[in-house]
């Protein structure tokens, strides 16, 4: 598990792409893993920070090989839909579409069910639709070709407001949930199905509350890339002209100084989008230390390497504007604007962390660091708190202390007996592989439930 949480087979299917058999290298894949497209080009990789190679030199690039595996494989015509031949009868409510929710669903179909998936976004695929930038994993060539393939399988897909289910304002903007039909309640579904999966993921990002935060010009980060890669999608155009084609309901950085608070992959995804809208200037935030470039010795082999990495954010936006976009040790105090409220800098203060006396490290302000950085666009890229309530309140679900969905790990059933619950929205904000990993083990635990036994993985 530290090294993939989905138990890929991965010396395997290494072998076999040495030996020149891509197509036996792409059944190995597909044992553990639904969706490799999605992994091969989004996943950090934990993998290879627990390759033995890694140990004396650079690990084998196996994200890269997984990729090559199945793009040859869409290429070759390998991937063709396959509907099950036997129907249980047995009907399934997926709440949400992201990795955990496809995955799933996806296995919940093959093992026979009738699987519905809801999703109030006029798309389907969660994250990896909207908050996964375009140039990291193409919409129509990537995510929407699994979805299409997934409803030749036989799975129905409800989008906007038929899939919005609790009727919920969507956390960005109501517009992001198009559609007249009247939304399901979550009781609907409990009525309607034999089982109920919860997959909406951990969507309540992480807000800064200080002073200025009502200016205009600071956005949430999802708030940014979701509009972003919805107006690209709305309006069909991403060759060299796609800002100018690109006039639907966005935020555009072109011309402004940005600032991005965040040092995470989404924050690094604000940056990239940023540099490509041709923004004046990208500075990026991150409170903790400059990682290492070697590994600390508390952070040991096969454990994930925390150490200093150029992502390609950073990377675009030093060859854009001279540097690195990251400043660390640093915190924002307040936000400075105008007489017509719009953002026009922010007040930060430099920090060094310290142990406090019950022996937790804390960021303690550096006296006489304070500095203002001009800024015209803010986006905040801190995480996310977990799920939204809507359907947990309206289903009484039980929450853990943190305010996720109380659910045991690889049992996935909650406090109410016909209802589950995989990915974010049950383990807090994660990555792509567990949620698959979520998605495929909440699936055979509903098969179970559904049938007395599962033959699923």
């Known amino acids: 598990e530290t090294g993939c949480p989905l138990g890929n087979k991965i010396p395997e299917w290494n072998e076999l792409v040495h030996q020149g058999k891509w197509k036996q290298a792409l059944e190995r894949l597909?044992?553990?893993?639904?969706?490799?497209?999605?992994?091969?080009?989004?996943?950090?990789?934990p993998c290879e920070g627990a390759c033995v190679l890694g140990i004396i030199e650079q690990p084998v690039t196996i994200k890269n090989i997984e990729c090559a595996i199945i793009d040859r494989a869409f290429e070759q015509g390998w991937i063709v839909p396959k509907p099950p031949i036997y129907r249980t009868g047995k009907k399934v409510a997926v709440i949400g579409s992201g990795p955990a929710g496809l995955a799933a669903a996806d296995q919940l179909n093959k093992a026979g069910h009738l699987v519905t998936v809801y999703e109030r976004a006029c798309r389907v695929g969660g994250l990896m639709m909207y908050g996964v930038p375009n140039m990291k994993a193409d919409k129509q060539q990537i995510v929407q070709r699994r979805a299409d393939l997934m409803s030749a399988e036989g799975i129905t897909f409800k989008v906007g407001s038929a899939g919005n289910v609790g009727a919920a304002a969507h956390p960005l903007d109501h517009k992001l949930v198009p559609g007249e039909e009247t939304p399901p309640s979550a009781k609907d579904l409990v009525d309607g199905f034999d089982a109920v999966l919860v997959a909406t993921g951990a969507t309540m990002a992480r807000d800064l509350s200080c002073e200025g935060r009502e200016l205009k010009g600071i956005h949430l980060a999802m708030e940014f890339l979701h509009k972003n890669t919805k107006s690209i999608l709305d309006s069909g155009e991403v060759g060299e002209n796609w800002l100018n084609a690109n006039n639907r309901d966005r935020i555009c950085a072109q011309g402004k100084r940005v600032v991005v608070i965040g040092g995470g992959d989404t924050g690094n995804d604000c940056i990239g989008t940023s540099v490509r809208h041709g923004a004046a200037s990208v500075v990026n935030f991150e409170i903790l230390p400059k990682p290492t470039q070697d590994r600390a010795a508390g952070n040991p082999w096969p454990q994930w390497p925390r150490i200093y990495r150029v992502?390609?954010?950073?990377?675009?936006?030093?060859?854009?504007?001279?540097?690195?976009?990251?400043?660390?040790?640093?915190?924002?105090?307040?936000?400075?604007?105008?007489?017509?409220?719009?953002?026009?800098?922010?007040?930060?203060?430099?920090?060094?962390?310290?142990?406090?006396?019950?022996?937790?490290?804390?960021?303690?302000?550096?006296?006489?660091?304070?500095?203002?950085?001009?800024?015209?666009?803010?986006?905040?890229?801190?995480?996310?708190?977990?799920?939204?309530?809507?359907?947990?309140?309206?289903?009484?679900?039980?929450?853990?202390?943190?305010?996720?969905?109380?659910?045991?790990?690889?049992?996935?059933?909650?406090?109410?007996?016909?209802?589950?619950?995989?990915?974010?929205?049950?383990r807090g904000q994660s990555l792509v592989v567990w949620a698959i990993r979520e998605g495929r083990e909440s699936a055979r635990e509903i098969d179970r439930f559904l049938m007395g036994s599962s033959a699923l993985a």
């Open 30 to 45: 597909l044992l553990t893993n639904n969706f490799p497209e999605f992994t091969g080009r989004v996943c950090p990789a």
């Open 311 to 426: 992502d390609y954010g950073h990377g675009e936006a030093a060859h854009s504007y001279g540097s690195d976009p990251r400043e660390f040790l640093i915190t924002t105090k307040r936000f400075v604007g105008n007489d017509k409220g719009e953002l026009t800098g922010v007040e930060t203060v430099r920090v060094e962390w310290t142990k406090n006396d019950a022996g937790a490290m804390i960021p303690k302000e550096v006296p006489g660091s304070e500095e203002t950085f001009p800024c015209d666009l803010a986006f905040l890229a801190m995480g996310f708190l977990g799920p939204e309530k809507t359907i947990i309140d309206e289903l009484a679900l039980a929450q853990d202390p943190r305010g996720n969905i109380k659910a045991d790990f690889g049992q996935h059933v909650t406090s109410m007996g016909k209802v589950f619950a995989a990915g974010d929205c049950r």
